[in-house]
Antibody, heavy 118, light 107 residues
Framework: QVQLQESGPGLVKPSDTLSLTCAVS?????????WGWIRQPPGKELEWIGY???????YYNPSLKSRVTMSVDTSKNQFSLKLSSVTAMDTAVYYC???????????WGQGTLVTVSS | DIQMTQSPSSLSASVGDRVTITCRAS??????LNWYQQKPGKAPKLLIY???SLQSGVPSGFSGSGSGTDFTLTISSLQPEDFATYYC?????????FGQGTKVEIK
């Protein structure tokens, strides 16, 4: 059974960098899939942040590209997200998910709420 | 970016009702359209991919149709566990974008 689990600080100060990790179990991150990050501000719709391949190739949402960095650690079967210079607008539940060839996301983490506040 | 517009934004229905949700893309996306169900405090769950393909494990009461710019998600007979918010997502062009959601509530 494929499982994803996000981890990281739940509170980040404005202008700091948000850092999250997604641990994958039951499936090799080095298999032929891209691994994505998606966020959802409270009460709002979903927003795609970007995705990464096990080789390190990445695609980012242009609206966030200047602040986003994703990385992968195949030895730990996990991938990570960094979002710099955060503001209150970055407060959201952050999800990691597995992308399929169709572009759909079939396995998701439970999500982690990150609040940006001083 | 391709804009995805769902209608209605919310609806009230009874158990056993047939429910249809519409998703319209701002430009043609062929069949690159996916549907998700989200319950409060939970991650989205993939229901339909490629406009009409049922994800493994999803009840057959869910179906999807459409191509180009207009798509529908149909629940043939609403069950108590189907009360949730539904989102469409286009995967034709980057960045992938989601609709604003349709909340299905109990009448």
């Amino acid at each position: 059974q494929v499982q994803l689990q996000e981890s990281g600080p739940g509170l980040v100060k404005p202008s700091d960098t948000l850092s999250l990790t997604c641990a994958v179990s039951g499936y090799s991150i080095s298999s032929n899939n891209w691994w994505g990050w998606i966020r959802q501000p409270p009460g709002k719709e979903l927003e795609w942040i970007g995705y990464i391949y096990y080789s390190g190739s990445t695609y980012y949402n242009p609206s966030l590209k200047s602040r986003v960095t994703m990385s992968v650690d195949t030895s730990k079967n996990q991938f990570s997200l960094k979002l710099s210079s955060v503001t209150a607008m970055d407060t959201a539940v952050y999800y990691c998910a597995r992308k399929r060839d169709s572009g759909s996301y079939d396995y998701w983490g439970q999500g982690t709420l990150v609040t940006v506040s001083s | 970016d391709i804009q995805m517009t769902q209608s209605p934004s919310s609806l009230s229905a009874s158990v056993g009702d047939r429910v249809t949700i519409t998703c319209r893309a701002s430009q043609s996306i062929s069949n690159y359209l996916n549907w998700y169900q989200q319950k409060p405090g939970k991650a989205p769950k993939l229901l339909i991919y490629a406009a009409s393909s049922l994800q493994s494990g999803v009840p057959s009461g869910f179906s999807g149709s459409g191509s180009g710019t207009d798509f529908t998600l149909t629940i043939s007979s609403l069950q108590p566990e189907d009360f949730a918010t539904y989102y469409c997502q286009q995967s034709h062009s980057s960045p992938p974008t989601f609709g604003q959601g349709t909340k299905v509530e109990i009448k």
